[in-house]
Structure formats: structure tokens, C-alpha cells
T-cell receptor
Framework: DTGVSQNPRHKITKRGQNVTFRCDPI?????LYWYRQTLGQGPEFLTY????????KSRLLSDRFSAERPKGSFSTLEIQRTEQGDSAMYLC????????????????FGPGTRLTVL | GESVGLHLPTLSVQEGDNSIINCAYS??????FIWYKQESGKGPQFIID?????DKRQGQRVTVLLNKTVKHLSLQIAATQPGDSAVYFC??????????????FGSGTQLTVLP
């Protein structure tokens, strides 16, 4: 399978606990994105990496959230001291930035990790 | 902030008919638009995209139309099939040289295909 994969697919945790999600992008994709989606809404951008560098962060990404992509391949998203408002689907997407003028950079999404905070 | 929105939250069509899903955007600086399909419990699936220097693009059974004058985007699905039932999102972005495409999504339209 060459698509974006995410683990775990589901996570139930108690308020105040820390959780970590993993995303494996499409092989050789140099850009990786995290989005959050709540029920009935479209995904909202959280952060983006080009290779191992985190280049953009949304104001939605509070201090309790941290994302890493240490070797420019897989990425992790950690949420510390979870709150009930963190309950959502966390989506990862990847894309390939190519030469200027080429039709690239289409974002392909993984299946998401559904987080429920009790 | 500026956002992308959809005209209708739900759309029901008969199997075999054509479907048209509409989207209005408000950021006139957006230069790239994408349609995604999302089935229950799954991530968004890329359908088709269009740049602002085009007004029409066709794929397999799908056509995207862009009207920059009225900031309107539509997705046409020909001969709609039961497997097309899903939520459809339009998304927009504004790009500059070397920057990533941070997508702004609308709230989605639920398409139901009736037998």
C-alpha cells in the first residue's frame, strides 16, 4: 500500500492524559500536513513540515500540541493534558513539492485518527 | 477570516442522473481549488483540482468549473452512482513561490444517491 497511513485509527483517553499519533506519508513525499476535523465540519489546518522542518503552525495549535518529523519521513503529533474539546479526527496528508510550473503538491490524506477524550 | 462555504448542506439525486455540487469562496487571492470526497470513517479522497488561470477542468465523470467573477466553484458528477454517496468538500488555497498549500475547507455537502 503506497498511501498515507495513520496509527492508531482510534484512541480513547481520559481528560488530562497525553496521547501521541503517528503518520507515515507516501514514500518520497517531502511535505507533510496535520489537520483536525470535527463532526460535520471540514478539516482545519494545524501544521506543516517540509522534510524535517516545521514551517507553518496554525493558531489552533496550542502549547499542548507538538508535532515532529525527525528524519523527514514519518511524523508524530502529541497532545499533552488532553481536554474534552480535543475530541476530533486528526488527519495527516502528504504532498510532493516539485519543480516550479509542474502540477504537483496535491495533498493526499490518510484515514485519520479519531480521538475521544472522556 | 475569509472562508470557503457551500450553498447546500445536502443533495439527493437519482442513480444515473448528473449531480452538481456548488461552493462559494470569499478569498479573491485564492489561486488553487480542490474537491475532495469523504466517506464515513475515512479521510478525504482527492477528486480533482483547478488553478485560477483555468475556468474548467475535466476528469473521469467529473468536471470542475471555476467562476472567478462571482467566486464560485462547482463539481459536476456525470451518471451518478451509489458509490458516489459521500460528503464532498471544496478547499481553497493561496500560494506564493516556494510556499506550501495550506488548504481552507468548506463545511461540506452530503450527496445521497437514490436507487
Amino acid at each position: 500500500d503506497t498511501g498515507v497511513s495513520q496509527n492508531p485509527r482510534h484512541k480513547i483517553t481520559k481528560r488530562g492524559q497525553n496521547v501521541t499519533f503517528r503518520c507515515d506519508p507516501i514514500s518520497e513525499h517531502n511535505r507533510l500536513y496535520w489537520y483536525r476535523q470535527t463532526l460535520g465540519q471540514g478539516p482545519e489546518f494545524l501544521t506543516y513540515f517540509q522534510n524535517e522542518a516545521q514551517l507553518e503552525k496554525s493558531r489552533l495549535l496550542s502549547d499542548r500540541f507538538s508535532a515532529e518529523r525527525p528524519k523527514g519521513s514519518f511524523s508524530t503529533l502529541e497532545i499533552q493534558r488532553t481536554e474534552q474539546g480535543d475530541s476530533a479526527m486528526y488527519l495527516c496528508a502528504s504532498s510532493l513539492r516539485g519543480a516550479e510550473g509542474r502540477r504537483t503538491d496535491t495533498q493526499y490524506f490518510g484515514p485519520g485518527t479519531r480521538l475521544t477524550v472522556l | 477570516g475569509e472562508s470557503v462555504g457551500l450553498h447546500l448542506p445536502t443533495l439527493s439525486v437519482q442513480e444515473g442522473d448528473n449531480s452538481i455540487i456548488n461552493c462559494a469562496y470569499s478569498n479573491s487571492a485564492s489561486d488553487y481549488f480542490i474537491w475532495y470526497k469523504q466517506e464515513s470513517g475515512k479521510g478525504p479522497q482527492f477528486i480533482i483540482d483547478i488553478r485560477s488561470n483555468m475556468d474548467k477542468r475535466q476528469g473521469q465523470r467529473v468536471t470542475v468549473l471555476l467562476n472567478k467573477t462571482v467566486k464560485h466553484l462547482s463539481l459536476q458528477i456525470a451518471a451518478t452512482q451509489p458509490g458516489d454517496s459521500a460528503v464532498y468538500f471544496c478547499a481553497e488555497s493561496k500560494t506564493s513561490s516556494g510556499s506550501a498549500r495550506q488548504l481552507t475547507f468548506g463545511s461540506g455537502t452530503q450527496l445521497t444517491v437514490l436507487p
